[in-house]
């Protein structure tokens, strides 16, 4: 589910989300002790594992750091150059190798993978309550305007038997938010990577995001935010657990 929110330029909305915020800068780990009212007796397989799969991650090792930061800032001073800067001019005579750096940081998911990701820390336990981790910070890339997007991930699993380490959610969101990204797909993967990670009985992915292309170009609406969700399991099978979900995120 996508929907797109654009509250009105005087109301509420624009302060509110920005005092929200400052006072959100650490992701909130809740773990429901309510008893869920419906298991679905089927778990989650692995099913389209194909989505976490990169054939361009590949490429990016076989290029040697230096080479590629090299090309890259090449690139960067055509770039300077075509906007109408003298790219000699004092200023900006670093600029591409800084911008080279700061977009290898930016797109630095395309050297993890999962596995990795999750050795050492898929644990063995009898917990089957929620595990919700809300307000994880999510900073990408669009790949259609190479512009950021940016905003809060919050994550809820039912467990079967297994967990992950909770720090371990978030670096799922990093590895998959620091690549060139649409948020629909960003979304799915997180959820997806869930599943292939401890095959709960149920995932839900939440983002709530700001997309500079939105803001900074094209329709310019600086207060609209992007949402999307991707319920997996029992979180898509089940209105209640869902609703216990999406109650306890907003919060
Ligand atoms: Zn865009």
């Not at 089927?42 to 990169?54: G, H, Q, V």
């Not at 770039?79 to 670093?94: A, M």
């Not at 993967?189 to 709960?200: C, D, E, H, N």
């Not at 949402?227 to 869902?242: A, E």
Request: charged fraction near 25%.
């Amino acid at each position: 589910m996508v929907t797109v929110e654009q509250p009105h330029q005087n109301g509420s909305g624009a302060n509110g989300s920005t005092k929200e915020e400052k006072d959100e800068s650490k992701a909130v780990v809740l773990a429901s002790t309510q008893t869920s009212p419906l298991r679905a007796p089927a778990l989650l397989t692995p099913s389209s594992p194909e989505i976490l799969n990169f054939p361009k991650s590949l490429q990016r090792k076989l290029v040697t750091n230096e080479d590629r930061l090299a090309d890259t800032a090449k690139m960067y001073r055509q770039i300077i150059e075509n906007v109408g800067e003298d790219p000699t001019r004092q200023g900006v005579l670093k600029t591409p190798e800084r911008a080279a750096k700061a977009m290898m940081f930016f797109t630095k998911g395309y050297e993890d993978n999962l596995s990795e990701l999750l050795n050492g820390a898929v644990f063995d336990e009898d917990h089957d309550e929620m595990v919700i981790v809300k307000d994880i910070e999510m900073f990408s890339l669009c790949e259609h305007h190479l512009v950021p997007f940016l905003g809060k991930v919050h994550i809820g699993y039912l467990p079967n038997k297994k967990v992950l380490g909770l720090s371990k959610l978030a670096r799922i969101v990093e590895m998959f938010s620091r690549r060139l990204q649409v948020q629909e797909r960003l979304t799915k993967q997180i959820a997806t990577a869930m599943v292939q990670a401890v095959q709960p009985t149920g995932v839900a992915v939440v983002i709530e995001a700001s997309h500079m292309c939105m803001i900074m170009r094209g329709v310019q609406k600086i207060n609209a935010t992007t949402t999307t969700s991707c319920m997996l399991g029992v979180f898509r099978d089940d209105p209640k657990t869902r609703e216990e979900f999406l109650n306890l995120i907003k919060k």
